[in-house]
Every structure is written in structure tokens, then in C-alpha cells.
């Protein structure tokens, strides 16, 4: 039994190590980061070309089940991969990290309106968080910005008065803490992402009393079956390779 991981997320890292090499994976990245973190066992990086292209890979590469574990707002991949796999009867999961929870944050539907309220609020001093695809909202805002991401935006995208920090988590409170203090930060406008790896930004703004505005993630699609554990997603691997073999005894 074959099985494609979609990944580029620490879930999908810790997944791809219990299953190799009892298991044959391919692990799957977007491209999108120079110098990935790369999972054990082999990799190919890059797109598919779309639900057809995507297809006609699963095909080719005789795919008996994939196991999505991208990042929840990694949105079209994961309708991709849910489409593809409905057309081709191939089981078909979804990790979903649990989202935070932070009932003081001011929740908003997109980048577009997380810059609308950072205007309507007037923030001055934003530390922004939600990756280098979610800056070009903020482009024409009169705050200033502290940028975090893990690769550099577009310059066209930036906003006048920022700062980029080029950096890739964990992070930890003490760290954060300081941080926020250091740029005199006002609001922070982030991704519920969920997980502990960036976690700790929220503690510590909700320390300091700082506002946090956070996008919610999108919809997954209608009918995908999903787990909430690296455990329960080797469970479920592991369920789907026992069904395998027993339809070739």
C-alpha cells in the first residue's frame, strides 16, 4: 500500500517518522519555502497541476491512500486532494490541529478585513503574523508593521512603515513577551493556525492586555473525514493498510 502525505507542517513531519519505513509514503510539499524542514522517508516538492493533474499523479504513481496534514490554511490543496480522491474512490484523510481558543480576540474573516478593523480600531504598532501571502491587505494601512514571516514578501506588497524579522518558530512566552514590549506593540493580527509551535504569542499578548485580531480558517470541504492527533492519523494509516491486505488475500 502507497501512501501520499500532504505536508510541510510539523504534524506532517512527526506523522511521516512513525510511519517510515513500515510504510510506503511519499511526502508531498508545496515549494513555497526556500530550505524546507524535510520529513524522513522520500519527498517531492512542488504542485500538481491542479484536481486533474493531481489525479493523473495518484494514478501514476499507483496512490492506494493520502493523508493530508497541510497547514489549515493551506485551502486549496485541501479541496484539491478531497475532490481528487472523491473521483477516484481513494480513502482520503485530514489532520486538523485543534484551533485556539481566545474568546477575547476580534474575529474576522479574512486578511482584507483584519486590515479593515486594524483601521477602524487605529492600531499604530501591529506585530503582524499571518505569513508573507497575508501582508499585501495591510499595504496601504497607515500603521506601522512588524512583520513576521518565514520567507520575504513581495517588496510591492509591503506597507509604508514596517520592519521585517525573517524567522521560523517555535517560539517561546519569554521571548515573545519581550518582543511585543520591544516594538511597543498595540494589536496583534494573526491566524488561528492552532498548535503550540506559535502559540505562545497569544499568551503573552494576553499579558500585556494587547488586542489580538485573529482570521478565522476556512471552511474544509463538505463531507472529509478528519482526525485531531499525529496518533489518531497513524491509527487511522495503520486501519487502512490492514483493510488493504485483506482484499488481496
Known amino acids: ?108 474573516k479574512s486578511d482584507s478585513e483584519a486590515a479593515k478593523t486594524v483601521a477602524e480600531q487605529r492600531y499604530s504598532r501591529v506585530f503582524l503574523t499571518t505569513g508573507r501571502s497575508g501582508v499585501a491587505a495591510f499595504a496601504d494601512s497607515d500603521a506601522w508593521f512588524l512583520i513576521r514571516a518565514v520567507t520575504a514578501p513581495d517588496a510591492r506588497c509591503l506597507p509604508r512603515r514596517h520592519q521585517l524579522l525573517l524567522s521560523r518558530g517555535p517560539y517561546h512566552y519569554d521571548g515573545e513577551y519581550a518582543l511585543l514590549r520591544e516594538h511597543r506593540i498595540d494589536a496583534l493580527v494573526t491566524k488561528n493556525s492552532g498548535g503550540e509551535m506559535t502559540r505562545a504569542k497569544l499568551d503573552a499578548a494576553a499579558a500585556l492586555h494587547i488586542p489580538v485580531v485573529m482570521v478565522d480558517r476556512p471552511r474544509l470541504p463538505a463531507g472529509v473525514t478528519t482526525v485531531g492527533t499525529v496518533d489518531e492519523a497513524a491509527e487511522w494509516v495503520a486501519e487502512a493498510v490492514g483493510r488493504s491486505d485483506a482484499k488481496t488475500r
Do not use: Y
Open 1 to 108: 500500500m502507497r501512501v501520499l502525505l500532504l505536508g510541510g507542517t510539523a504534524e506532517a513531519r512527526a506523522l511521516a517518522a512513525r510511519l517510515h519505513p513500515h510504510i510506503d509514503i511519499i511526502s508531498s510539499l508545496a515549494g513555497r519555502v526556500p530550505d524546507p524542514a524535510l520529513p524522513v522517508g522520500p519527498v517531492r516538492i512542488g504542485g500538481f497541476g491542479g484536481v486533474e493533474g493531481l489525479c493523473r499523479w495518484l494514478r501514476d504513481e499507483r496512490i492506494d491512500a493520502v493523508v493530508d496534514a497541510t497547514h489549515p490554511f493551506a485551502a486549496t490543496i485541501t479541496a484539491h486532494a478531497a475532490s481528487a480522491c472523491g473521483q477516484l474512490g481513494l480513502p482520503h484523510l485530514v489532520v486538523v490541529r485543534p484551533a485556539w481558543e481566545a474568546d477575547d480576540a476580534i474575529a474576522v
